[in-house]
């Protein structure tokens, strides 16, 4: 009988081991969690006939260090929460390995391979549905300008320019022009540029032309004795249809144009529309918005990782050293965007280490040793009693 219990002490240890093994070969894995050798008594009704590992569990709960790696498609979890993805057969798996990037079809998948969930992207104010990821690689089209928003001030010291006097080639019969940029329907950029003219003490003449021909005004801005714009009229240039593009016209809103004394300037000069850009890349923002971006500095919004939570994650089953599966005990999955309901907020441009303690684990080895130590020391004994015994027969 004592053979056979420090037996079954030596081969428990020999697990324990293989365990304390994994967690220092996982020291490094990012997103790993540390297991732990549970030991259990082996009885015969009222009898102990030895030990054994009952289990091996996993400290899930447990977070791992944050580690920076700057890179636009990493990212951790701060709080709870596990990152969905789906594997080649449909299964749903759980990790909390941020590790992204798109396949050659443009669909987001992790470090394994599986296809990352998350939620369409949004519209009219709500989240798509949860599915597959998929980011748009191709050109995004052009978008024709319909407005600029022009701020600035016009000096109260420029002197008088009649309007009969105006003329683009001559810039003694204005005071400034500033350039603006628009797109026609096609993405060609045009450059609309503005000509002023003090009119007189409180108001000023805006003449335009569109690529270096006159089209339209004079817009006419008028201010108060404080310098403030009190009106503004025919602010809106034609944008003629050609070489495919559709015709299509420019409000300039000057809203917030000023004219005081001293220098004059310009704050803002904006215009909205674009031409068409090429995909360049894609990165995570810390709500877990999916981000591309695009050769005509553009970006959009094409997606949002979703994060799962589960009312015992310490039950999950796990299929890898950082992949999980739901069960049973595990409950099903809570599907949240990060930071909504329980899920974590995510860090963008790092990932989570290994939550394993060196330091416990090498104390974890030493005991082992003198456990595995002390089974082998009745082994010897039982031995050596059972040899003295033959002996005296």
Do not use: C
Not at 337 to 358: F, H, Q, R, Y
Not at 363 to 376: C, H, P
């Amino acid at each position: 009988m004592s053979f056979d219990i420090a037996l079954s002490g030596i081969q428990a240890i020999n697990e324990q081991l293989d365990t304390v093994s994994n967690n220092i070969a996982n020291a490094a894995t990012y997103g790993f969690k540390a297991g732990r050798a549970n030991f259990s008594s082996v009885m015969a009704g009222s009898q102990v006939n030895g030990v054994e590992i009952g289990s091996v569990t996993q400290n899930i709960s447990q977070n791992g260090s944050t580690q920076t790696t700057g890179r636009g498609l990493d990212a951790a979890i701060d709080g709870r929460g596990f990152f969905v993805s789906v594997n080649s057969q449909g299964t749903s798996q759980y990790s909390r390995v941020g590790i992204f990037s798109p396949d050659k079809k443009g669909f987001l998948i992790d470090s394994n391979g599986n296809k990352v969930q998350g939620y369409g992207p949004t519209k009219g104010g709500a989240l798509g549905p949860v599915g597959d990821i998929q980011i748009p690689t191709g050109q995004i089209p052009a978008v024709a300008t319909t407005g600029i928003k022009y701020v600035g001030n016009l000096s109260a010291d420029w002197t008088v320019t009649p309007a009969a006097s105006f003329d683009m080639t001559k810039s003694d019969t204005y005071n400034m022009v500033k350039q603006s940029i628009a797109y026609d329907s096609l993405g060609t950029q045009h450059t609309l540029s503005q000509y002023f003219a003090k009119q007189d003490a409180n108001t000023v003449n805006v003449y335009y032309s569109l690529d270096g021909k006159p089209v339209t005004g004079p817009a006419v801005l008028t201010f108060d004795a404080t310098g403030q714009l009190t009106g503004a009229t025919g602010g809106t240039v034609a944008i003629p249809a050609a070489n495919g593009a559709s015709a299509g016209s420019v409000a300039i809103d000057y809203t917030g144009t000023t004219r005081f004394a001293g220098e004059a300037s310009t704050t803002t000069n904006r215009s909205d529309g674009y031409a068409s850009g090429s995909f360049v890349g894609v990165e995570l923002s810390s709500d877990g918005s999916l981000v591309a971006k695009y050769s005509n500095d553009q970006s959009q919004v094409v997606g949002t990782v979703a994060l799962a939570t589960f009312a015992n994650e310490g039950a999950l089953s796990s299929i890898s050293n950082t992949s999980w599966v739901a069960n049973a005990e595990s409950g099903a999955a809570l599907i949240d965007p990060p930071g909504v309901g329980l899920s974590g907020k995510l860090t963008t441009g790092a990932l989570e280490g290994s939550n394993v303690d060196i330091t416990s684990q090498l104390v974890g080895l030493m005991t082992s040793q003198r456990n595995y130590q002390a089974n082998s020391k009745v082994l010897t004994t039982e031995s050596q009693m059972m040899q003295a015994l033959m002996q005296a027969l």
